[in-house]
């Protein structure tokens, strides 16, 4: 059974840093990609960033261009999001999801195991 589980979420305040865990259980994911998803409330759920199985990055939400990072250690089968200088709009459910292609998508169709997600608020 393919399990996924973030953790990191919380209460931050606007310019601190969170880092998002994502491991993964019943997978392992030295040939899949993984992406970072979030849903702010009343919002549909977008694509932030991505990993690819190589270990290449692609940041898809605009908004997080030059604040997010996304790591792997493929090792302890989990991915990282740092996301650095957070601002109160980056408040959201983040989500972590894979698939079995070693290549990065946004597409949220395409990747079909999901994490239940982990709270980030910011907030002063």
């Known amino acids: 059974q393919v399990q996924l589980v973030e953790s990191g979420g919380g209460l931050a305040q606007p310019g601190g840093s969170l880092r998002l865990s994502c491991v993964a259980s019943?997978?392992?994911?030295?040939?899949?990609?993984i992406g970072w998803f979030r849903q702010a409330p009343g919002k549909e759920r977008e694509a932030v960033s991505c990993?690819?199985?190589?270990?290449?990055?692609?940041d898809f939400a605009g908004s997080v261009l030059g604040r997010a990072t996304v790591s792997r250690d493929n090792s302890k089968n989990t991915v990282y999001l740092q996301l650095n200088r957070v601002k109160p709009e980056d408040t959201a459910i983040y989500y972590c999801?894979?698939?079995?292609?070693?290549?990065?998508?946004?597409?949220?169709?395409?990747?079909?195991?999901w994490g239940q997600g982990t709270q980030v608020t910011v907030s002063s």
């Open positions: 999801a894979t698939r079995q292609d070693p290549l990065c998508t946004s597409r949220i169709r395409d990747f079909y195991y």
């Open positions: 990993i690819s199985s190589g270990g290449y990055v692609t």
């Open positions: 019943g997978i392992s994911l030295d040939s899949y990609s």
